[in-house]
């Protein structure tokens, strides 16, 4: 695997966990110590605050700052490094225009913080961006036996217990970012799906919601419970038992420390992390020890096959909300780049990176749903089609997009521009059935608008957590129709015949003909033959024809509906003729 460029990291994992290490302590500094009044973005630069998981796994270096850049030249992308809790915290100082991150229940915080502060988001919600997974890391060794049983490594809650028994045992250690990083949150909330009965030893206590994001964690403190709340909260000086180890450290220098494990006890250690970092540090050579020990829980496992989701989405920061006059937000900056981001260049720019790594891309585009549909390829005029699909968001365990409005649109032979010729709304399931009479030839695509979608209700989450998804659009083929030509009457008199009939579809453009075979009823050929052609006028559905053919003889005639580009010819049912 091999990441798109030539950025690279230091091969010493202690050289590079002191450095990144610093770099992230003096990020936090500037964090703690910068003003709510002195963000510096002008009209041509862009701060990004965000997650340490697209720039520790070089999603941001590799991907994201240089072809944003290429789209957007106006404007110089800066994007700055942290846990999620402290980006978002980064974020409500007015220090940055656009907000990157991944733990839903901080991100509920944000958009709707306590009155009387309005949402720090521009728009309703957070747009969706992409997701990934998390992974649990351990050593070969596997001192907590994690990769035993009938389903090992699809089983993150049960890993959990099994570590945190083998660390009560003295045989192995857990190495947490233990803040208010999205890893760590979502780390807190498989450790309040654990069972402290069935690991004897195991205190847990409750870490609170809110800006803390909510969850429990292990500590030592004395008669601790998950009914109790962390004495301390989760970024201070919470009492840890002396297995679990707190680094404060972004993601890759926190997996850096896991593999170095020099905690003095002597243990191998595991950790937490999105698979993102971990395949680029395993691509760099970073890392020797670790190796995926828990990944893709399974659906009958504790948490269900979603727990390892690992969804993100990006904020433009509402200027409304700083009343303070030298907060300066580039507002247009953070919608462009939340636009590019959302576009579909964007959204396959990110998927294709790491797209050769063990389980495929580490982040996978979910800014628009899936839309799915099939059109019969061949039909007969004045026969209704059925158009059946679904409307699906990407990531895995969100639900079902009903109400949604599914628009059905015909590009006919000749135009340039799409019609809508049906519409529906989805279904509770998100399935949609739309039926439709064609008039000719075309190719069609179903499309969806905008969607604004509850993904978390309450009461897991208070106010319920949404997102905002991009419009989308599908071809879903080309269909064929067979023309329709009846012949109603046929009538003679002296060697004219006359003959009447009805067409479908109604004629398009200024070239459709009705040609007319005749044979002998006696003849033995096998069909009727050429006679002559009659042209159409545009709009018609019907038609009254005459023409000479030789007396005393009874015939068998058929007419053919051609409108070459339109429809495929219709031919009638034959039908005799007495000529006197």
């Known amino acids: 695997m091999t990441p798109r460029g030539s950025h690279s990291i230091c091969r010493s994992a202690w050289i590079y966990l002191r450095r990144v290490a610093l770099a992230s302590v003096a990020v936090l500094a500037a964090v703690s110590l910068a003003p709510a009044s002195s963000h510096a973005d002008t009209s041509s630069t862009v701060t990004v605050v965000g997650t340490s998981d697209v720039f520790d796994s070089d999603l941001i270096q590799q991907v994201i700052t240089p072809d944003f850049k290429a789209a957007n030249p106006q404007y110089s992308l800066n994007y700055v490094s942290l846990g999620t809790g402290a980006a978002i915290s980064y974020a409500e100082a007015g220090t940055a225009s656009a907000l990157l991150v991944h733990a839903a229940s901080l991100e509920n915080a944000f958009v709707h913080p306590p009155p009387p502060q309005g949402s720090y988001s521009l728009e309703q919600y957070g747009r969706a961006i992409f997701y990934g997974d998390y992974v649990l890391l351990g050593p070969p060794s596997d001192p907590a036996d994690v990769m035993s049983g009938s389903d090992p490594s699809h089983d993150v809650v049960g890993a959990f217990q099994k570590i945190a028994a083998a660390g009560i045992a003295g045989t192995a250690d857990f190495v947490s970012r233990a803040n208010t990083a999205g890893t760590a949150v979502q780390e807190h909330q498989i450790w309040a799906l654990t069972d402290p009965k069935a690991v004897p030893g195991l205190s847990l206590c409750t870490i609170s919601s809110g800006s803390n994001g909510g969850g429990e964690v292990p500590t030592s403190a004395a008669n601790a419970d998950p009914t109790t709340p962390c004495a301390a909260g989760p970024v201070t000086s919470i009492p840890y038992p002396t297995w679990y180890h707190e680094t404060n450290l972004t993601q890759a220098p926190n997996i850096v420390a896991a593999d170095a494990c020099n905690f003095g006890n002597g243990n191998d250690c595991y950790t937490f992390t999105d698979r993102g970092t971990y395949d680029y540090l395993v691509s760099q050579g970073a890392i020797s020890n670790l190796q995926v020990v828990g990944n893709d829980n399974s659906a009958t496992a504790t948490g269900g096959a979603t727990l390892l989701v690992n969804s993100f989405h990006a904020y433009a920061i509402n200027p409304a909300a700083f009343t303070s006059g030298s907060v300066h937000i580039n507002t247009a900056g953070a919608t462009a780049f939340l636009n590019w981001l959302t576009s579909p260049t964007g959204q396959a720019d990110v998927t294709a990176y790491q797209a050769d790594a063990p389980g495929g891309s580490t982040f996978v585009g979910d800014a628009a749903p899936t839309l799915t549909g099939a059109v019969p390829a061949r039909s007969t005029a004045g026969r209704a089609l059925t158009i059946t699909g679904a409307l699906k968001n990407k990531v895995p365990g969100t639900p079902a997009l009903s109400g949604v409005k599914i628009t059905l649109s015909a590009i006919k032979a000749g135009a340039s521009r799409p019609v809508i010729v049906g519409t529906a709304t989805t279904g509770a399931n998100g399935k949609y059935s739309i039926r439709y009479k064609p008039t000719g030839d075309a190719s069609y695509q179903v499309s969806s608008p905008a969607i604004t979608k509850i993904e978390i209700p309450t009461p897991t989450l208070t106010p319920p957590f949404g997102d905002d998804l991009q419009p989308t659009a599908t071809s879903i083929g080309a269909s064929r129709v067979t023309g329709t030509a009846t012949i ?63 007396r005393k003889h009874t015939w068998v005639l058929s007419v053919h509906y051609v409108n070459t580009g339109q429809i495929t010819t219709g031919v009638s049912p034959l039908q005799s003729v007495h000529v006197n």
Not at 511 to 524: E, F
Not at 525 to 535: D, E
């Open 488 to 550: 109603a009457t046929a009538k003679a008199k002296k060697g004219v015949v006359r003959i009447k009939g009805k067409l479908a579809p109604a004629v398009v453009g200024s070239h459709a003909t009705l040609r007319v075979y005749a044979k002998h009823a006696s003849a033995s050929t096998k069909g009727p033959k050429y006679v002559k052609s009659f042209k159409l006028a545009a709009g018609a559905t019907s038609y009254s024809i005459q023409l000479k053919l030789a």
